[in-house]
């Protein structure tokens, strides 16, 4: 009598085989949740809108975003004795305690034709871009419960800075026409280059400040960072002192000069003083500086929107 023999068995997939296996298998079985969800036009609670879904969405807002800049705005000094005089007592402060130092101390005037103006429109301008950038790091942060209590669009927190910001900028440049009357410039054609400018500085600042705002959100501390990044790059900006007298007179490397020529905040500074001031020419300005302006403007400007949307569903998480 022969004897039969049972047949090897078959050897078992690789571990991963059988867990790719399983993975397919169970993506073919339908949900019955998400089933039930998609029958009755049921989305994801939070989840992120795509990009022009987001736009609209934002758009719509569009009212609650400034009547939330102007509620913060009028607020902001609500508790002091001057009040809202204090959006033009700041920045004429700063210039005064700038000119002390670097125009009489350091003798920085010396070249500058029309120095104060100069200097003025300088601190102006980048009391706005500063403070925009600065203040959207706790846009998110400082409006948890407003995050996690409602849904709208977050972009609607950092623009908001940016409005408000912007509204405090208008009633400071009429403070800034004045003086720039008072210290002997006259009106000309070119003043009307000031609003074009203020356009895309306003655009560079929002694409920062939605920048700023998730990696603000996502790390609180880098607010306590952020006024000595700002402070270096003030002094790089040529708020107080002349980017073209210095390199005229210093031989600086290449990229150094090139970094400075290209720097957002001085082209912005740059176009308003040659926008406002009579003895701010031409020559003085970058090549290119209106294209340069509006390659910052765009490119940050859509650029940090983008950023600032592909963490949507993120914010106030955690």
Known sequence: MTATTAPPPAPAPPRGRAKDAHAKAKAKTPDPIAELAAAHDLTLSGARPTLPRYIAELWTRRHFVTAYATARMRAQYSEASLGQVWHLVTPLLNAAVYYFIFGIVMHASH????????LITGVFVWDFIGSCINASTRAVQSNLGLVRALHFPRASLPLSTVVQLFQQLLVTMGALIILLLVFGQTPNPNW???????????????????????????????????????RTWMYASG????????????????????????????????????????????????????????GWALVVGVGGFVFFWKAEEEYGRG
Request: hydrophobic fraction near 55%; aromatic fraction near 10%; charge should be neutral.
């Open 111 to 118: 070249n500058v034709p029309d120095y104060l103006p100069f």
């Open 239 to 294: 708020v107080m002192w002349s980017i073209d007298q210095m390199l005229r007179t210093d031989h600086l490397p290449d990229w150094v000069s090139t970094a400075l020529k290209l720097n957002p905040a001085a082209v912005f500074i740059d176009l308003m003083r040659f926008a406002l001031i009579d003895s701010y020419k031409a020559s003085q300005l970058p090549h290119h500086v209106w294209l340069i302006a509006l």
């Open 192 to 230: 009307l280059l000031a609003f074009p400018a203020l356009l895309l500085m306003a655009s560079f600042c929002a694409g920062c400040a939605m920048i700023m705002a998730r990696i603000g959100a996502k790390s609180p501390d880098v607010s306590q960072l952020m006024p000595f990044v700002l």
